[in-house]
Every structure is written in C-alpha cells, then in structure tokens.
C-alpha cells in the first residue's frame, strides 16, 4: 500500500493539471436575463400563445446537442459553461415546471426588458413590444413563487442562498433595441440609461436581502458590432463607423455610457452589501477583441458575418432568419463569432464563459468570488 501511495498522488495531480476541480463550487444556479441566458422559457410562452419561434428548428443546437435546444445559438450559452465548471446540470426553463428546481432555475426569456410593457406603452413605444410581460420584475417574482419550494425558514433560505450563484443579465439591451424600433433619438435613449440600471439594481438588491451572496451582473455587448444593428441602420456616411472594427460607433457609445453607470452602481452595491460577492462580468471588451483580432481567437476573417443566415453584406436580412427552410448555415460555427445576426455562436460564448470564470472580464473573477 505504501509503494502505490506516491503513484496515486501522482495521478491525481497529473488529473488536476489537465482540468482542475473547482475549488469554489456552487449547489446550484438562478439565472435572470434575455435571449443570451434563456434555456426555453420563450418556447413555453410560445407554445402557450400559438407563436411561431424559430430555435425550434436545426440548425439551432446543432453544435453541442444535435437538435433544437430551445437556446439561440448553434450550442452552448454562457450559462452552460458556467453550470459545467461548477458540475452542475444545465438550467431548466422555469415556465417549463419540469422536475425539481433545487440545483437552479432559469427565468431569462428571449426579449426581456428592464422596464415592463406598462412603461412602453406610455410613451408610446409599442410597434416592438411584447404583449408578455416577461419583464425583470416579472422574472423576479416568478422567482419569489419558486422559493418556497427550495426553502422554509429565513435561515434555511439564506443557507440555500449563499450556496447559489445569481446571474442577473444580460436584458438592458433589449430596452435600447426596443427603443430605437420606436424611433426615439439616442438622447432620449440615453437619458433612460440610468433608470434602467436602477431596475436591474433594484431585483439585484431584492436577492441579496433574501440571502444571495453571490451575484454576477453582465454588462452591455457592443450593439454597433451586431448584424442585426449594422443591416438595419446601415449609413452611407462612412464617418459613422468605427474603422478599426467596421461596427456603428453611436451603438457602441451607447454600451459603453451604460457600462459605465452599470459600474458605478456595482461599487455602490459592494459597500452596501460588503459581506456579498458582486461580481461585473464584461462583455463589452472580450466581444470587441473578438472583431478586432479574430484569427487569434479561432473566427473567421470576417468576424461581422453571421454564420445562420442568407443575404446581405453580414448575411442577415429580416426576411431571411436562422431557422427557417431556405436559410443556410456555415460549414463550421466554431470559426464564427456571430450566430443568428443578434446572438453569439457557442465558440464565442465559450471563449466570454471562460473570461468570465477565471479573468481578466469578471472582476472579481467568478471562481474566486464564491462566500463560504
């Protein structure tokens, strides 16, 4: 027994080398967010509502499950990554009532907003308003139903809780989309920023006074850089771009004003709550590396191009989406940064999930941030 002893150790550390156990683990995972996080709650709604969604059809999914997955992409989201990592499953839809919800749920719906439908219409903003509200205090109360199930006492619920990792964004995108499908101008739009912040502020500071102890709050993606934005609000004034990366400036202005605020809040929110882990998980910057230095990162050369599409200088156009019949898709997602023309491919969620786990994007980084 003594000799095999050093060759055991040995083979233990040689395992931890090649991947290693996470040292901060977490028994499960509540997510809130929109169409980047949503694992099929927009499926339930649609199904409930006789809606067509496109992620119902290859080639959705094709990368990593082989058939439709409910997800936006060719496989895997952020979310996925991080249940991986932590030996977690992934996150079922919470809409979907399937099973038990004690190693996490997900709330995040495609198209989720800050504000809810309430706040759109007064302002007359409603050509690209939902008529569900799957707003984020929406998400938030669907939450608040659930916990019973997961915990009796107030003690027992803060247990729980510190053990869980909270992940609340991406959403604030969908409200400046939806804003400027209303035609508002970019000061108006920006004059809004600081309100949506206080929503998302407002669930997050709700969770922590339940008993979250560690929350990861996204920041804004660079909106000027996707297809979707770059088709629709193409300009013939080349002064508009940025040359170096060929995205709309005004958009990526506007993620980065909102990232700023998103922040300054964070810093506020650590000194009020300084026995929490909050952690501001960029993606703003590694997105922008990605278009800016794509070979290094495996994409292609052309990093504005999405890869489910047909039509169109980035090969997006409204009439031609992922999912349906007649629309095609690249021989090899994993070499492409954007999927659908608004979502990310799995390679690229990959890439953020990692930067995010372990640095230099998620300050502190996530696998350092668990509170024992």
Known sequence: MKRTTPIIFSLLSFLWQIHP???HAFDSIFSFGDSYTDTGNINVLAKKFSRTVYNEKLPYGLTSFHRPSHRYSDGRLIVDFLAEEFGLPYLKPYLGKNGSFQQGANFAVDGTTAFNPTFFKKNNITSHVSPLDTSLSTQLQWFKELKPSLCKTTKECRDYFRRSLFIVGLIEGSDYITMFAGHLHMEQIMSYAATIIQITMGTIKELLDQGARTVVIPGNIPMGCLPVILTIYKSDDNSSYDHATGCIERFNILSRYHNSLLLKAVKELRVKYPNAKIVYADIYKPVLNFVRSPQLYGFTSKPLVVCC????????NPFNLCGLPHVTVCQNPSTYLNWDGARLT??????IANSWLKGPYA???IVDAHTN
């Open 309 to 316: 599409g047909k039509v169109g200088e980035y090969n997006w």
């Open 363 to 365: 300050d502190p980084p």
């Open 346 to 351: 799995e390679a690229s969620y990959r890439h």
């Open 21 to 23: 156990i996470p040292s």
